[in-house]
């Protein structure tokens, strides 16, 4: 058995109370443009803005050049798979501009697993702490996301893919009453069926300990807080991060209104799971009515 080693019997402790996910919300956002294009009738803004670390944020904010009233909102996170080219907050950028023509508000974040190297880079003892700042960061974003002055604070989604679903369903325990409509893709039930991954193996009580620690983070303990806005989960019929079991107990977690679909394609599903979630979304927040 691998003993535990001091930073992680310090990281223990220092999470052995309930997870803290306060923040000073009065922080100014100080939303700078880097860039931008158009797409016909849409907007897409390279943005920054000032995160609760002291730096600085990358999103895209998608939206159409001409609004008629208030719009949803609908905030984007990625998924991490580091050797796609949309590990990034590139993934559904098409997808924000197709809703766009719909009459949407998209904001598209980048994350810590942004960066290609950062499950490789990151130290275990860190894992507790650094996905209760991820969570704030999600809370910071979706308050810039409702404040936009375009957007209609009734009408806002969420959509997470891979980690995007699992942070989201945390953001769920916490925010579920902001947000009308949750789509989470290809997560799994515990932080900890990743984290594992790598080196070095955790066998035995480590192992366990380990899971223990993060299991007050885990999305199975927070997702059900989403009702009564519905969830929409989809998974793969085969997918080696998210087994059949795992997606579904997932679902069970989830209060009602909820539903599950199956694809094809892997961690990645197919373009028929985006199709279907376009509609779903275009039906939830009442697109083009």
Not at 164 to 173: F, K, N, Q, S
Not at 278 to 287: D, G, H, I, Y
Request: aromatic share 12%.
């Amino acid at each position: 058995m691998r003993m535990l080693s001091a930073a992680f019997l310090l990281a223990f402790a220092a999470a052995a109370a309930a997870p803290n996910f306060d923040f000073d919300r009065k922080r100014p956002f100080d939303v700078k443009r880097v860039g931008g294009a158009e797409r016909g009738d849409v907007l897409i803004e390279d943005i920054t803005f000032a995160n609760i670390s002291g730096r600085r944020t990358a999103a895209y904010l998608v939206l159409p050049k001409i609004t008629n009233g208030k719009s949803a909102g609908i905030l984007y996170v990625h998924w991490y798979e580091p050797e796609k080219p949309t590990s990034n907050r590139t993934q559904f950028l098409e997808e924000a501009v197709a809703l766009a023509r719909k009459g949407t508000v998209s904001l598209l974040v980048e994350t810590m697993w942004s960066d290609p190297k950062w499950f490789g880079l990151r130290k275990r003892e860190n894992d507790f702490a650094m996905s209760v700042n991820q969570v704030k960061e999600l809370r910071r974003a979706l308050d810039l996301l409702c404040a936009h002055p375009a957007v209609d604070k009734d009408r806002v989604a969420y959509v997470g893919h891979d980690f995007g679903a699992m942070y989201g369903a945390v953001l769920a325990g916490l925010d579920g009453k902001r947000v009308r409509a949750w789509a989470l893709q290809a997560g799994t039930t515990r932080f900890s069926d990743w984290f594992l991954y790598g080196q070095p193996r955790l066998e035995g009580d480590a192992r366990q300990k380990f899971i223990d620690w993060l299991a007050p983070l885990d999305p199975i303990h927070h997702i059900s807080a989403a009702a009564p806005s519905p969830v929409l989960f989809q998974f793969a019929h085969e997918d080696f991060h998210v087994p059949v079991e795992r997606a579904k107990l997932f679902y069970e977690k989830a209060a009602e209104p909820k539903e599950i679909r199956w694809y094809g394609g892997g961690h990645g599903l197919d373009e028929k799971a985006v199709e279907d979630r376009k509609a779903w979304l275009t039906e939830k927040l009442r697109l083009g009515q």
